[in-house]
């Protein structure tokens, strides 16, 4: 119950919201105790406590705790454990210790559009709360220290306007990590250990791709003050007949890199690609990377989460460290197999191919096969080539758009089509 919608006895003021018999209670979306990544306190017994910030009107802050406890527990006991275990929280309490006065938190080690580095309420709020047990049944509250919370509780600390009663709940829900954890470093790597270049130019940046169980990465070069990422992966799948990447209405739906025909590395279905730019999220295909900066898309089946948020009308969306080695790519070598290079003998136009595209080549002497692969390592199409031959025409007809490679005498060569 809202702490000071409350009805009193004896002809006292009953104030909004306790008047209608049929009021119910109005917060923050639920938060379970399973995606709760700081938990306070100790014992077997488990509750859930949100707080909202309504951060002087540039933005709505929430945030939850878990808290662990044994025998039993008023709330303020609660709100008082999570301050002793997390200092970046700080409880104000009124006189009489029946309701809090404000609520502060630190949050300089956030990424938040805030107007400063500590959240607290503003002179012209209210302090309020619902409370839950452990059946989600919405229980009359008696008062912060009065209130024995239950196992299985959720606390819903929320600020309401005192002459309007509006309630201000939060569109996004942070689980705040324990700042004591030992969480695992980002992995990295230099400059100097990449292996295979793309590219001229004196500035240099890094990508990297972590799969799920590998990670690599490769180095570009350019001339210009800055570079996208699509135009890195652009020059990448161009130059490096392994590597291909998959939108899908602009959006990046995969990366592929072809160790061995019918090995093929991508991500796990059902996850996505998370993008990181110097170890901070940005802003995927379309950021601009500089000098030295480092690029890595990653596979969060290969991460270890370490914050999530919750987003209205999305859900729980989580942070991913990515702890997993990072190796360099090496210059790829021609070979017999999809993992081959180009020959310099082998020439195809026009590339990207619309209706159909021309392999010429140096004349061959004996007959032998050209194979059509997808980056998956299907094999799509069969050629017979005599003898003598110099060239090949193959019609896009029934090829998606995308990237293939055609096999023709060991030599690969890489084929998109539009």
């Given amino acids: ?25 109005t917060g923050n979306a639920r938060v379970s105790a399973d995606d709760i990544r700081f938990w ?11 707080v909202t910030w309504n951060d002087n009107g540039t933005g709505y802050v929430g945030i939850a705790w878990g808290v662990k406890w044994d025998g039993e527990v008023s709330l303020a006991d609660l709100m008082d454990t999570i301050a002793a275990y997390d200092t970046r929280f700080n409880v104000v309490w009124n ?21 400063g580095d500590v959240v607290a309420s503003t002179n012209s709020v209210w302090w309020m709360y619902n409370w839950y047990d452990a059946a989600d049944e919405y229980q009359m509250s008696q008062g912060v220290a009065q209130d024995t919370i239950e196992n299985g509780a959720f606390i819903d600390w929320l600020q309401m306007d005192p002459e309007t009663y509006e309630l201000y709940p939060a569109d996004m829900m942070i689980i705040i990590a324990d700042p004591n954890d030992n969480t695992p470093m980002e992995a990295t790597i230099g400059l100097a250990n990449i292996e295979y270049w793309v590219g001229t130019g004196s500035n240099e940046v890094l990508f990297a791709v972590n799969w799920a169980d590998t990670a690599l990465a490769w180095g570009y070069r350019f001339s210009t003050d800055s570079v996208s990422v699509q135009e890195v992966m652009d020059s990448l799948q161009a130059a490096d007949p392994r590597f291909s990447y998959v939108t899908n209405g ?13 090995d093929t590395l991508g991500i796990t279905p059902g996850n996505f690609f998370d993008s990181k730019t110097n170890d901070q999220y940005d802003g995927g295909m379309f950021q601009m990377l500089g000098d030295a900066d480092f690029h890595k898309w990653a596979d969060p089946a290969a991460g270890v989460a370490v914050d999530s948020s919750y987003y209205e009308g999305w859900g729980w969306m989580y942070s991913y460290v990515y702890p997993m080695e990072i190796h360099p790519v090496s210059v790829p070598q021609p070979s017999s197999g999809i993992e081959g290079v180009e020959s310099v003998s082998v020439t195809v136009y026009p590339n990207p191919a619309t209706t159909e595209f021309t392999v010429s080549f140096e004349a061959l002497a004996g007959a032998t096969e050209a194979a059509l692969y997808d980056m998956a390592g299907r094999r799509l199409m069969v050629r017979s080539l005599e003898a003598g031959a110099t060239s090949l025409t193959v019609a896009t ?5 995308g990237v293939y490679m055609l096999r023709i005498a060991g030599a690969t060569a890489k084929v998109i089509v539009r």
């Fill in 250 to 262: 602009g959006y990046l739906t995969d990366i592929r890199f072809v160790v061995a025909e019918g």
């Fill in 95 to 115: 006189g009489t210790r029946t309701n809090a006065d404000d609520m502060t938190f630190v949050c300089e080690d956030l990424d938040l559009d805030l107007a």
């Fill in 1 to 25: 119950m809202m702490k000071k919608v409350l009805a009193f006895a004896c002809g006292l003021l009953m104030v909004a919201g306790a008047m209608a018999q049929d009021w119910e209670p």
């Fill in 40 to 50: 306070t306190g100790k014992g077997t017994n488990k509750a859930v406590v949100a």
């Fill in 397 to 401: 007809a029934g090829l998606e758009g």
